[in-house]
Protein backbone atom coordinates (compact mmCIF):
# COMPACT_ATOMS: atom_id res chain seq x y z
CA UNK A 1 0.00 0.00 0.00
CA UNK A 2 1.27 3.13 -1.04
CA UNK A 3 1.75 5.82 1.76
CA UNK A 4 1.52 9.56 0.96
CA UNK A 5 3.50 12.32 3.09
CA UNK A 6 3.23 15.95 2.25
CA UNK A 7 4.04 19.25 4.73
CA UNK A 8 1.46 19.99 6.96
CA UNK A 9 1.28 23.56 5.85
CA UNK A 10 3.18 26.13 3.72
CA UNK A 11 2.27 30.07 3.69
CA UNK A 12 3.05 32.07 0.45
CA UNK A 13 2.22 35.72 -1.13
CA UNK A 14 0.53 36.79 -4.02
CA UNK A 15 2.23 36.62 -6.92
CA UNK A 16 4.75 33.75 -6.05
CA UNK A 17 5.37 30.48 -7.45
CA UNK A 18 4.21 28.18 -4.67
CA UNK A 19 6.23 24.23 -5.13
CA UNK A 20 4.34 21.57 -2.90
CA UNK A 21 6.45 18.51 -3.01
CA UNK A 22 4.81 15.13 -1.84
CA UNK A 23 6.87 11.59 -1.14
CA UNK A 24 5.28 8.53 -2.06
CA UNK A 25 7.96 5.93 -1.69
CA UNK A 26 6.58 3.03 -2.91
CA UNK A 27 3.65 3.86 -5.47
CA UNK A 28 2.53 0.95 -8.03
CA UNK A 29 3.64 0.99 -11.02
CA UNK A 30 0.92 1.03 -12.68
CA UNK A 31 -1.01 4.01 -10.47
CA UNK A 32 -0.97 7.60 -11.42
CA UNK A 33 -0.14 10.49 -9.35
CA UNK A 34 -3.16 12.97 -8.93
CA UNK A 35 -3.60 16.28 -7.05
CA UNK A 36 -6.62 17.90 -5.47
CA UNK A 37 -7.93 21.17 -3.70
CA UNK A 38 -10.74 21.29 -1.32
CA UNK A 39 -12.01 24.72 -0.03
CA UNK A 40 -13.52 24.60 3.22
CA UNK A 41 -17.01 23.24 3.58
CA UNK A 42 -16.91 21.41 -0.19
CA UNK A 43 -15.88 18.33 -1.84
CA UNK A 44 -12.05 17.85 -2.95
CA UNK A 45 -11.58 19.28 -7.18
CA UNK A 46 -8.98 17.88 -9.30
CA UNK A 47 -6.24 19.94 -10.45
CA UNK A 48 -3.73 17.75 -12.73
CA UNK A 49 -2.38 14.07 -13.05
CA UNK A 50 0.18 12.39 -14.57
CA UNK A 51 2.49 9.21 -14.45
CA UNK A 52 5.72 10.66 -15.45
CA UNK A 53 8.24 14.26 -16.19
CA UNK A 54 6.21 17.08 -16.36
CA UNK A 55 2.43 17.46 -16.83
CA UNK A 56 1.04 21.17 -17.66
CA UNK A 57 -2.21 22.48 -17.41
CA UNK A 58 -4.30 26.04 -17.35
CA UNK A 59 -3.84 26.40 -13.66
CA UNK A 60 -1.01 24.18 -12.31
CA UNK A 61 2.21 21.73 -13.42
CA UNK A 62 2.76 18.57 -12.31
CA UNK A 63 6.97 17.35 -12.25
CA UNK A 64 7.45 13.43 -11.67
CA UNK A 65 11.32 12.31 -11.64
CA UNK A 66 12.07 9.12 -13.36
CA UNK A 67 12.25 7.30 -9.90
CA UNK A 68 8.41 7.92 -9.67
CA UNK A 69 9.08 7.91 -5.49
CA UNK A 70 7.75 11.95 -5.56
CA UNK A 71 6.15 14.59 -6.75
CA UNK A 72 5.90 18.55 -6.99
CA UNK A 73 2.61 20.59 -7.54
CA UNK A 74 3.77 24.01 -8.89
CA UNK A 75 1.67 26.93 -8.62
CA UNK A 76 2.48 30.04 -10.77
CA UNK A 77 1.81 33.03 -9.04
CA UNK A 78 -0.77 32.22 -6.16
CA UNK A 79 -3.52 34.55 -5.54
CA UNK A 80 -5.78 34.73 -2.07
CA UNK A 81 -8.53 32.44 -3.78
CA UNK A 82 -5.49 29.52 -3.96
CA UNK A 83 -5.77 29.05 0.02
CA UNK A 84 -6.76 25.33 0.07
CA UNK A 85 -5.86 22.09 1.42
CA UNK A 86 -3.70 20.46 -1.40
CA UNK A 87 -3.97 16.37 -1.58
CA UNK A 88 -1.36 14.63 -3.26
CA UNK A 89 -2.76 10.95 -4.21
CA UNK A 90 -2.00 8.09 -5.89
CA UNK A 91 -4.46 6.92 -8.24
CA UNK A 92 -4.59 3.38 -9.27
CA UNK A 93 -7.20 1.69 -11.18
CA UNK A 94 -10.08 1.88 -8.87
CA UNK A 95 -8.56 2.68 -5.54
CA UNK A 96 -7.18 5.56 -4.78
CA UNK A 97 -5.24 6.59 -1.71
CA UNK A 98 -5.00 10.16 -0.47
CA UNK A 99 -2.09 12.07 1.48
CA UNK A 100 -2.73 13.93 4.75
CA UNK A 101 -2.99 17.16 2.67
CA UNK A 102 -1.07 20.47 3.03
CA UNK A 103 -2.97 23.96 4.21
CA UNK A 104 -1.64 26.53 1.91
CA UNK A 105 -2.48 30.00 3.00
CA UNK A 106 -1.86 33.01 0.58
CA UNK A 107 -1.21 35.96 2.17
CA UNK A 108 -1.52 39.46 0.76
CA UNK B 1 -25.96 21.20 -13.58
CA UNK B 2 -23.77 18.49 -13.48
CA UNK B 3 -23.45 17.42 -10.10
CA UNK B 4 -23.28 14.30 -7.23
CA UNK B 5 -25.53 14.88 -4.40
CA UNK B 6 -25.73 13.45 -0.84
CA UNK B 7 -28.33 13.37 1.58
CA UNK B 8 -28.67 14.33 4.11
CA UNK B 9 -25.71 16.88 4.66
CA UNK B 10 -25.83 16.78 8.44
CA UNK B 11 -27.03 13.88 10.61
CA UNK B 12 -26.57 13.05 14.41
CA UNK B 13 -27.50 9.70 14.95
CA UNK B 14 -27.06 7.09 18.28
CA UNK B 15 -25.51 3.93 18.27
CA UNK B 16 -26.69 1.13 16.74
CA UNK B 17 -29.30 3.05 15.06
CA UNK B 18 -29.07 1.86 11.46
CA UNK B 19 -29.10 4.87 8.94
CA UNK B 20 -28.01 5.14 5.12
CA UNK B 21 -26.45 8.06 3.11
CA UNK B 22 -27.38 8.83 -0.19
CA UNK B 23 -25.26 9.71 -3.06
CA UNK B 24 -26.66 10.60 -6.71
CA UNK B 25 -25.10 11.56 -9.72
CA UNK B 26 -26.85 12.50 -13.18
CA UNK B 27 -23.33 12.92 -15.60
CA UNK B 28 -24.12 8.68 -16.16
CA UNK B 29 -20.69 8.03 -14.50
CA UNK B 30 -19.76 3.95 -14.39
CA UNK B 31 -17.54 4.90 -11.30
CA UNK B 32 -18.64 5.94 -8.17
CA UNK B 33 -16.98 5.68 -4.76
CA UNK B 34 -17.14 6.87 -0.82
CA UNK B 35 -14.82 7.97 1.31
CA UNK B 36 -14.45 9.66 4.90
CA UNK B 37 -12.11 12.30 5.83
CA UNK B 38 -10.87 12.78 9.42
CA UNK B 39 -8.58 15.26 11.15
CA UNK B 40 -4.92 14.53 10.23
CA UNK B 41 -5.64 11.66 8.05
CA UNK B 42 -6.89 12.80 4.90
CA UNK B 43 -9.54 11.38 2.25
CA UNK B 44 -9.78 7.18 2.85
CA UNK B 45 -11.87 5.48 0.43
CA UNK B 46 -14.52 3.16 2.03
CA UNK B 47 -16.14 1.44 -0.95
CA UNK B 48 -16.10 1.81 -4.69
CA UNK B 49 -18.25 0.80 -7.72
CA UNK B 50 -16.96 -0.21 -11.17
CA UNK B 51 -20.52 -0.60 -12.57
CA UNK B 52 -24.18 -1.15 -11.63
CA UNK B 53 -24.12 -4.40 -9.50
CA UNK B 54 -20.17 -4.35 -9.29
CA UNK B 55 -18.42 -3.17 -5.60
CA UNK B 56 -15.08 -3.63 -4.02
CA UNK B 57 -13.59 -2.68 -0.70
CA UNK B 58 -11.51 0.50 -0.34
CA UNK B 59 -8.72 0.49 2.83
CA UNK B 60 -11.81 1.33 5.30
CA UNK B 61 -14.86 -0.85 4.67
CA UNK B 62 -15.44 -2.27 8.16
CA UNK B 63 -18.53 -0.98 9.49
CA UNK B 64 -20.05 0.25 6.28
CA UNK B 65 -22.03 -1.67 3.44
CA UNK B 66 -23.00 -0.11 -0.02
CA UNK B 67 -25.18 -1.37 -2.98
CA UNK B 68 -25.61 -0.15 -7.00
CA UNK B 69 -28.38 -1.00 -8.47
CA UNK B 70 -28.69 1.82 -10.69
CA UNK B 71 -26.05 3.76 -12.60
CA UNK B 72 -26.71 6.98 -10.77
CA UNK B 73 -27.06 6.01 -7.33
CA UNK B 74 -24.87 4.76 -4.73
CA UNK B 75 -25.95 4.43 -1.13
CA UNK B 76 -23.71 4.13 1.93
CA UNK B 77 -25.43 2.03 4.30
CA UNK B 78 -24.32 2.04 8.37
CA UNK B 79 -25.90 -0.97 9.79
CA UNK B 80 -24.63 -0.50 13.32
CA UNK B 81 -23.41 2.47 13.71
CA UNK B 82 -20.81 3.25 16.19
CA UNK B 83 -19.02 6.92 17.50
CA UNK B 84 -15.58 6.04 15.65
CA UNK B 85 -17.82 6.10 12.28
CA UNK B 86 -18.41 9.89 13.22
CA UNK B 87 -16.21 11.43 10.45
CA UNK B 88 -17.19 13.61 6.98
CA UNK B 89 -18.17 11.27 4.11
CA UNK B 90 -17.90 12.18 0.63
CA UNK B 91 -19.38 11.07 -2.63
CA UNK B 92 -17.67 10.81 -5.44
CA UNK B 93 -17.95 9.81 -9.32
CA UNK B 94 -16.26 9.10 -12.71
CA UNK B 95 -16.50 8.67 -16.20
CA UNK B 96 -15.56 4.88 -17.31
CA UNK B 97 -11.56 4.67 -17.21
CA UNK B 98 -9.32 4.76 -20.23
CA UNK B 99 -6.16 3.57 -19.50
CA UNK B 100 -6.30 5.16 -16.28
CA UNK B 101 -7.61 6.92 -13.54
CA UNK B 102 -9.87 10.06 -14.53
CA UNK B 103 -11.17 13.13 -12.58
CA UNK B 104 -13.42 12.23 -9.88
CA UNK B 105 -15.88 14.60 -8.98
CA UNK B 106 -17.35 15.10 -5.70
CA UNK B 107 -20.56 15.79 -3.73
CA UNK B 108 -20.70 18.74 -1.07
CA UNK B 109 -19.98 15.71 1.71
CA UNK B 110 -22.06 14.59 4.66
CA UNK B 111 -21.36 15.27 8.10
CA UNK B 112 -22.11 12.51 10.35
CA UNK B 113 -22.56 12.40 14.22
CA UNK B 114 -22.97 8.92 16.08
CA UNK B 115 -23.10 9.64 19.81
Known amino acids: LAKITQPISMDSYEGQEVNITCSHNNIATNDYITWYQQFPSQGPRFIIQ???TKVTNEVASLFIPADRKSSTLSLPRVSLSDTAVYYC?????????FGTGTRLKVLA | EAQVTQNPRYLITVTGKKLTVTCSQN?????MSWYRQDPGLGLRQIYY???????DKGDVPEGYKVSRKEKRNFPLILESPSPNQTSLYFC??????????????FGPGTRLTVT
Open chain 1, 50 to 52: GYK
Open chain 2, 27 to 31: MNHEY
Open chain 1, 89 to 97: LSAGTYKYI
Open chain 2, 92 to 105: ASSPGLAGGPVEQY
Open chain 2, 49 to 55: SMNVEVT
